[in-house]
């Protein structure tokens, strides 16, 4: 284990134990069976929490290692938030290969300097601390002598003597070492129409970008308030690491059994239930997997019968959608296609259904509860160009609750709802941009008659119009 490893490891163990410190003696114990700490509660367990709950807690995650330490980080946090917890989870979720450098974000302050009001109309220290939190407001002067506070400081020196450049007052604020996450969330208000707008805004943005694209970041108009443009940080090459090999999707029945034919290439072969999916081996083209590449392939394969084959792709793929008895998804797939395969032709990226992500050879039943491969298959898939990879999830009650004794209403499972958040968290890590929609956004969708409603049309529009805006699939619009 490296010194940044075992740094790292220590630094979060402290983090934990210090924010279950402000639990209570007596309940530390069955806390930590809770959070699964320890598998019980033992009779020496109050006392020895009495003497030390920091110890208590660090003696008993002492042997962890940092996946485990950054899991327990996020359930603790769930229950004890802090400041120091959440800016550890996310500069830990950062990747080290993608993260903004002191240079830049000491060129990107300076660029500041020109600006008028920092942000607009906007209370000054009460956005400060939003932004970078409570932390360097209560640890910047140690024994916060009345007039010496980091408040009170901004408010002498960059609200009434105006002594103090944009660049001197962030990097007090401690924008030079803060969380990656902090430091983009201080750009993107900037850029907020909240607090500046038209031409300064555009400047701004044009000023910035530059800077960011050196790190391989950009600003990317990501919506509209009140017809002012919204600005992002988002990645330049924000795709996925690795090349796709096998792409198995439109499930219809039972789950395909695999075998490695050659386990050293990762050749995979399906030996049972193959008509039940679709597979996709053909090298993935640097635009993406477009719905002329997917006709393309399955006019020189599956479709090759087939006298009308755009039209039987289409059914094809519409029959793993009805399988899955979704309105939302259903609401997705036919709205997508009869809202943009016309305009879009050639470009139009092939949304994909019923995606196999993990595989796990055992069914669900003969796994039980021991689950070792959460969310084996995606609602929806799309391949774009840059190695993008946009997974849209619909989810259902089965998402975060579980149907109760009687078997007739559901009930709330956090346990549920947090295996799936971590396996979003996954998703993100790896370069999947994860998109999801609430099923009862999609109330006016008849899934006997197969009709779609004018509320779901116009959810699913919208969305789609913004996404391909930003990714530049579409020409961008002003709304009206």
């Known amino acids: 284990m490296s010194i940044t490893e075992r740094l790292s490891n220590d630094w979060l163990r402290d983090l934990i134990a210090d924010a279950l410190r402000t639990s209570k003696s007596y309940d530390l114990p069955a806390l930590c069976v809770e959070l699964g700490i320890q598998s019980e509660v033992k009779s020496e367990d109050e006392s020895e929490a009495f003497a030390s709950k920091r110890s208590y807690v660090k003696r008993r995650i002492a042997s962890w290692k940092l996946p485990e330490l950054t899991d327990l980080a996020e359930r603790v ?25 002191e240079i830049v974000r000491r060129d990107i302050l300076k660029e500041l300097n020109f600006l008028g009001p920092l942000f607009g109309d906007l209370d000054l220290v009460d956005t400060l601390q939003e932004i970078f939190g409570s932390q360097p407001f209560v640890d910047k002067f140690q024994f916060l002598v009345p007039g010496k506070g980091l408040a009170d400081q901004i408010v002498k020196h960059a609200i009434h003597n105006d002594d103090w450049s944009h660049e001197v007052l962030l990097i007090e604020c401690g924008a030079l070492t803060c969380t990656q996450s902090r430091f983009i969330a201080l750009i993107e208000k900037l850029l907020h129409p909240v607090a500046r707008r038209d031409k300064e805004q555009a400047e701004l943005a044009t000023r910035l970008n530059p800077l960011l694209q050196r790190e391989g970041f950009q600003v990317v108009i990501t919506g509209y308030a009140s017809t002012f443009p919204v600005y992002g940080v988002v990645r330049s090459q924000g795709g996925t690491v690795g090349a796709m090999k096998n792409l198995i999707f439109a499930s219809i029945g039972e789950k395909p059994e695999l075998v490695f034919r050659d386990a050293i290439n990762n050749d995979v072969e399906i030996v049972k239930h193959a008509d039940k999916v679709l597979t996709y081996e053909d090298p993935l083209p640097p635009t993406g997997l477009r719905w002329r590449d997917l006709l393309a392939w399955w006019i020189a394969g599956p479709g090759a019968k087939e006298v009308r084959p755009a039209k039987s792709l289409y059914l094809r793929l519409l029959s793993a959608v009805i399988k899955s008895e979704s309105p939302g998804e259903l609401a997705i797939f036919k709205c997508y296609y009869k809202l943009y395969k016309e305009d879009l032709g050639d470009r139009l990226p092939a949304l994909i259904p019923q995606v196999y992500l993990h595989y796990d050879p055992m069914t669900q039943r003969q796994r039980g509860d021991e689950k070792y491969l959460a969310r084996q298959r995606m609602d929806f898939l799309l391949m774009l160009d840059r190695g993008v990879r946009i997974v849209i999830e619909v989810d259902g009650q089965q998402h975060y609750a579980v149907p109760d004794s009687s078997g007739t209403a559901y009930r709330a499972s956090p346990e549920r709802y947090a295996e799936m958040v971590r396996e979003d968290r996954r998703l993100k890590l790896r370069g999947y941009q994860v998109f999801r929609f609430g099923g009862h956004e999609f109330r006016d969708v008849d899934l006997k008659k197969g009709t779609i409603g004018p509320a779901s049309q116009a959810c699913v529009a919208e969305f789609f119009r913004t996404l391909f805006v930003r990714y530049d699939i579409l020409q961008e619009r002003m709304p009206p």
């Open 77 to 101: 946090f769930h229950i004890f938030p802090s400041d120091a917890l959440e800016d550890a989870i996310t500069q830990l979720a950062s990747s080290p290969t993608h993260r903004l450098s």
